[in-house]
């Protein structure tokens, strides 16, 4: 159990989530705050011998007044004495090369009369520019501790510890401003009303009631009787309030900074930006970038994910080799075991595309590409921010969707939601491998392209043109709430922090393996059960028949043969077949059979289930799940009436184009609900994707069989 | 004149909004009245604008950029 809560509260790009890490190490998690959707991470940290501390690390914010959803927990947490993460202490992160602009949001928190302190964060950068900050003079100023700290060197984390141990829980900070000249009735009046000494936490209150959900439904309407009654006009206030704090911190920093040498304080980041930036070699950078992205996810993985591979065939087979043979045995090595094979194969490809990213996100790059793709995301109904969940898209929609959330503009953000599943994950990779090495010949055009290579290739580039084409459509459709923003801070370019970089693979992959797992799993089971299960007649009858007919066989080959061809029998009057067999009228015209039927039902909850399901229905020994077994499996499958083999050219590209637009994940569709708080987006975007998928595969079928 | 009708390199003192809304954005941003800001560079499609204010570098639309009144 902690002894004292402390929030960590900065402006973005102060290196706080880097403090975060310093503080916690691995000892941190990631929840919800009750009834909303942001992340709420949390650590533990040992202040002294006998003391521990949970830190709360929330998001990151330019003011109390939030810009998007994420920003608005910060009041909410600070203000509501009863929210589980309300704070004994708050740690406020500044950027040491910054101080008036990060001074702003410290004095709006100093205001609310909680206990702080100050970090100066980054004064080793600060010291490189040449700027000096009097650390004492300016905590004789504020009223409050304040620690001179370089979190990416570890530089006073001792002293950081100590201060917060220190901190004395009643509030000791010099007022700012006096805020009750903006308005003097409505401020006593609400003090009364909430019950509350705090002028500011008052005004706080009049501006944002709506969004501090610990007020009932009564006390806002009184709220907002008081706002009526005294003409309480929100913007103009707010904006008075920042001239107001300005000039304050500015009498607050007089005499304290010494700048020296702030001619060269830009030099690197505006040489860098006139390269990458460049209207011409900016473009192409990007395009390098992302192509060395792909590369990567895909050459590098190649490895730990064939040794995950075989580990979990040996799993198995060591499994029925030591195990009592029998029903449970089989759930558990070809339902469960089965299933998280299949899910923990993903990991090295998503921890090295969150990697990637936070190495983009960390050095500053991500917000130049984001900076330089507004314009044309703009026309398709997008914002530049909307590129960040797009690429992580190619990863897996669902932390995609929630990192949509940085988007402040509720259209764009809608929108960005709708067309991020679009864009090809990770799921959908083992589908197109699979299929582009059964029908697409292993050659090499011009001596260096592989020929299957390009046909992936091309299968992204259809999935990111159909996510822009969908976003094109939805401008139209969709209503905008409010005017769309895109005021930025352009950061610095930094080297990436390394430790924060394996933070990032670290909790994205655990969550991906327990948010995804538990869908996935569960799934394998069903699936297991539909498929080795059938009526009971239909199955009496089947073993019967090869009971009489292996009565009659010596020769243990054809033994084996007869073995294999029961399964096979069994599957299709199996609960599984006669769902496939009752939707193949449907997926006939798309060039599917059954058995590829009974792959999209079980894909409908999770497109990684195809794989398997294919594997289970071509009756591959062992439960193996080697590709190459699979594959010769599926070439060799012939269709009973003509003899002609299933997996033709068109019937696979159907294939993939399905599996390329269709909604085959529960855990988006429960995502997208959690973000927009209601059935409708998920149903449209499920009703959608479909229909596009199953037109997409029937133009490509009929034009191609 | 507006910021928005300035070049890459070119400099003005920030004087007053024409919106209330994004004047309040702003100025939380550090685009005080008063404050100096020079354009630093376009994006590769001329719009969004990055801006040297306060210290830091902002980018913000064109659009944006024409609410701040400058001189």
């Known amino acids: 159990m902690a002894d004292i809560k402390v929030a960590l509260v900065g402006n973005p790009n102060t290196g706080k989530s880097t403090l975060f890490n310093l503080l916690t190490g691995l000892n941190q998690k990631i929840g919800n705050f009750p009834g909303i959707t942001v992340d709420k991470k949390i650590g533990f940290c040992k202040l002294s011998a006998n003391q521990n501390a949970e830190i709360i690390d929330l998001p990151g914010t330019y003011s109390l007044y939030p810009k998007s959803k994420d920003e608005s927990i910060v009041l909410q947490v600070l203000a509501d004495k009863s929210n589980p993460s309300h704070p004994d202490v708050v740690v406020l992160v500044a950027d040491a090369t910054n101080l008036r602009r990060n001074l702003l949001l410290c004095s709006q928190v100093a205001d609310l009369g909680l206990p702080m302190l100050l970090v100066l964060n980054m004064t080793d950068m600060a010291r490189k520019e040449g700027i000096h900050i009097n650390v ?37 900070q010099v007022t700012g401003i006096d805020v009750t000249i903006f308005a003097p009735e409505a401020i006593t009046e609400v003090k009364e009303k909430i019950k509350t000494e705090n002028d500011y936490y008052a005004l706080q209150v009049l501006h944002q009631h709506e969004h501090l959900a610990f007020f009932t439904e009564k006390e806002q309407q009184e ?138 996100e960390d050095t500053g790059y991500m917000a130049r590409v984001t900076f330089m793709m507004d314009k044309i995301m703009r026309k398709f109904g997008l914002s530049g921010k909307s590129v960040v969940p797009m690429i992580g898209g190619i990863a897996c929609a669902v932390p995609s969707i929630m990192s949509a959330r940085n988007i402040e503009n509720w259209k764009d953000r809608i929108i960005t939601i709708m067309v991020t ?14 299929l582009i090495s059964l029908v697409v010949p292993n050659k090499m055009i011009l001596g260096f392209l592989s020929l299957q290579g390009l046909t992936l290739m091309a299968m992204y580039v259809i999935s990111i043109m159909a996510a822009i084409l969908v976003a094109f459509v939805m401008k139209f459709i969709i209503k905008a709430k409010e005017k769309s923003y895109f005021i930025m801070e352009l950061p610095v370019y930094r080297m990436p922090r390394w430790s924060n970089v394996i933070y990032t693979m670290y909790e994205k992959s655990k969550t991906f393996v327990l948010e995804a797992g538990k869908v996935i799993i569960a799934i394998s089971i069903v699936l297991w059960v539909l498929a080795t299960y059938g009526p009971s007649k239909r199955f009496d009858a089947i073993e019967k028949k090869y009971t009489a007919i292996e009565a009659n066989s ?44 009974i792959a999209l039902i079980t894909s409908f909850a999770a497109r990684e289930a195809f794989v398997g399901t ?92 | 004149m507006k910021l928005s009708q300035l070049n890459p390199g070119e400099q003005g003192t920030i004087v007053s909004f024409t919106d209330l809304e994004m004047s309040v954005k702003l100025m939380e941003m550090g685009c005080l009245p008063g404050e100096v800001v020079e354009v630093e560079r376009f994006a590769p499609l001329g719009d969004p604008i990055a801006i040297r204010v306060a210290g830091y570098q902002l980018c913000l639309r064109k659009s944006e950029a024409s609410v701040i009144i400058i001189q």
Not at chain 1, 346 to 352: N, R
């Open chain 1, 136 to 172: 004492n003079k300016l905590a004789e100023r504020l009223g409050i501790q304040v620690v001179a700290m370089s979190a990416r060197k570890s530089d006073g984390l001792d002293t950081l510890k100590k201060a917060i141990s220190h901190t004395t829980w009643v509030s000791t």
């Open chain 1, 614 to 705: 294919m594997s289970t229905i071509y009756s591959v020994d062992n439960g193996d799940e080697q590709t190459a077994t699979i594959r010769n499996k599926m070439r060799d499958a012939k269709n009973p009436e003509t003899g002609l083999p299933v997996f033709t050219f068109a019937t696979s590209l159907s294939l993939m184009l399905f599996y390329a637009f269709a909604m085959q994940c529960m855990s988006t569709v429960a995502v997208v609900y959690r973000e927009t708080k209601s059935w409708k987006w998920p149903v449209i975007q499920l009703v959608y994707m479909t229909a596009m998928a199953y037109v997409a595969s029937l133009i490509a079928y009929q034009f191609l069989k």
């Open chain 1, 223 to 360: 709220i907002e009787a008081i706002e009526k009654a005294h003409q309480f006009e929100s913007s103009k206030i707010q904006g008075a309030e920042t001239i107001a704090r300005y000039r304050y911190l500015s009498t607050v920093l007089t005499d304290l900074i010494f700048d020296t040498g702030a001619e060269k304080k830009f030099k690197v980041t505006d040489r860098l930006d006139s390269i990458l930036t460049n209207r011409f070699w900016g473009f192409l950078i990007f395009i390098l970038i992302l192509f060395f992205v792909f590369n990567a996810i895909f050459s590098w993985s190649s490895y730990p994910m064939t040794l995950i591979e075989n580990g979990f065939v040996w799993l198995t087979e060591f499994g029925h080799a030591h195990l009592p043979s029998g029903v449970l045995t089989n759930l558990l090595l070809d339902g469960v075991v089965a299933g998280l094979g299949g899910i923990i194969i993903f990991i090295p490809q998503i921890a090295i595309l969150f990697a990637l990213i936070s190495i983009l």
């Open chain 1, 421 to 434: 599943p679009l864009v090809s994950c990770s799921a959908r990779l083992p589908v197109y491998t699979l």
């Open chain 1, 554 to 597: 010596t020769d243990s080959v054809q033994l084996a043969s007869l073995e294999r061809d029961k399964a096979a029998e069994k599957l299709e009057n199996s609960y599984a077949g006669i769902l496939g067999q009752t939707i193949e009228p449907a997926i006939k015209p798309l060039g599917f059979d059954w058995k590829i039927g």
